[in-house]
Structures are given as C-alpha cells and as structure tokens.
C-alpha cells in the first residue's frame, strides 16, 4: 500500500515538473534563454510608425535597409532589467544600424530612453560596432563586413558588458549620481526593452538568432 501511494506522488510530482517546464520562456536547448524572433514573421516586435518598409524578415532574418525606422521588441516578456542578450550580426560595406537597450516604444526618432549598442564596421562614423554609443566607444571591433558575428549586452545593476565573439570591448560601470546625457537622449539603466535600428537607405544589416535571459 505505501509503495503504490509513493509511486502514484512520484508520477504526479514527474506531471507537475512537465508542466512547469513546458510553461517556462526557456529555448529548445533549455539554457535559459528567451528567442526573440521567430525567424518567419514580426511576431512580438513593432516598427515605429516612420518608415516601415525598411525592416523586412528574409529567410530566416531579420533585414534592415532604408530610412530611420526603430523596431521594437514588445513581446510578454518585457521588460527586462538585468540580462545577458545575443544576436547574430551581418553588416554590408559601408552600413550603419544599432541594438538598443532599457529602451521604450517611440513612433518616430531616434530612441531617447536606455542606451545604443553600435553596429558599424566600416561605416563613416567612428564609433563601430560594441559602442556604448556616446558613453564609451570602439575604433576596431575586430570583424569584417559580409561576415556573421555575435553581438552580446550583458547588464547587471548599473553595471554593462559589451562584447564581440565572446570579447569584451566594453566595461562600463554607470556612476551612482549620473544624470540623463541631455535633453534628446537619457542614456541611463533602468528598464526597459529592445529595439533594431534602421539608419539609412545605403545601410543593409541582417540580424538573426535574437536570444535573451535574465539575470539575477
């Protein structure tokens, strides 16, 4: 009589932990991390209302060329505060286009809320790709146009990581008293979410396997 009561916990204890783990935002591989993008559709993103047809999803991609338009994650499971982000990054000679973070929906212009994480490779602009754009900035990320390369934002408390293919190029630790950078852009942790910029008609990037997890 005990063993079949101990056997019939056992078996709706193992049902239980299905469900959870069924229930629980965590990839197929069950490392904790949340895909953003579904490879097919905009599913859990939304362009801002200006320019919307330079964001296309192409073969599994995501594509920007066009005018400024920002898309935005706005999935269930934003906001997010402390997190470790990854993202597949292809750049065309010459192109411009960026991640942002702990950043909010806006219809139109350049994000004012969080903070922009470059991609440039060879852009005319300095501040290439792994910038903490305007905070802390990279001359040479290291990799070459027409290449995939991963892009990572790792942010704890006021604390931010930046890296290319597993290097660390930024280390920023924001000061206790720091205050918005000005009027158009804050550029201070908080919360927030995710957004792909868009930058110019001669800027083509692709973006794929969008992942993230929160930390502690």
Not at 104 to 110: I, K, L, M, P, R
Not at 136 to 148: F, H, K, S, T, Y
Not at 186 to 213: C, I, M, W
Request: overall charge negative.
């Amino acid at each position: 009589m005990h063993l079949r009561v101990l056997l019939t916990c056992l078996f709706v204890g193992s049902l239980a932990g299905g469900l959870v783990a069924a229930d629980s935002p965590v990839s197929e591989s069950g490392d904790g991390y949340v895909s953003l993008f579904d490879g097919k559709s905009f599913d859990g993103w939304k362009k801002a209302d200006e320019n919307p047809d330079s964001w296309k999803v192409e073969d599994g991609k995501l594509v920007c060329q066009g005018d400024r338009c920002h898309l935005f994650y706005v999935g269930q499971e934003s906001p997010w505060k402390n997190f470790h982000f990854s993202a597949e990054v292809m750049t065309t000679p010459g192109s411009n286009a960026g991640i942002y973070f702990h950043t909010q929906y806006q219809s139109q212009g350049w994000p004012k809320a969080g903070f922009e994480c470059q991609v440039n490779v060879s852009h005319k602009d300095p501040k290439k790709s792994s910038s903490l754009y305007a905070v802390e900035n990279v001359a040479d990320p290291g990799v070459q146009d027409n290449e995939w390369y991963t892009q990572e934002i790792i942010v704890r408390g006021n604390h931010v990581v930046l890296k290319i293919n597993g290097r660390t190029l930024v280390d920023y630790t924001q000061p206790a008293d720091k205050q918005a950078f000005d009027n158009n852009f804050d550029r201070l942790l908080g919360e927030g979410t995710f957004a792909l910029q868009a930058h110019d008609p001669e800027s083509k990037v692709y973006f794929r396997n969008l992942k993230v997890k929160r930390l502690p």
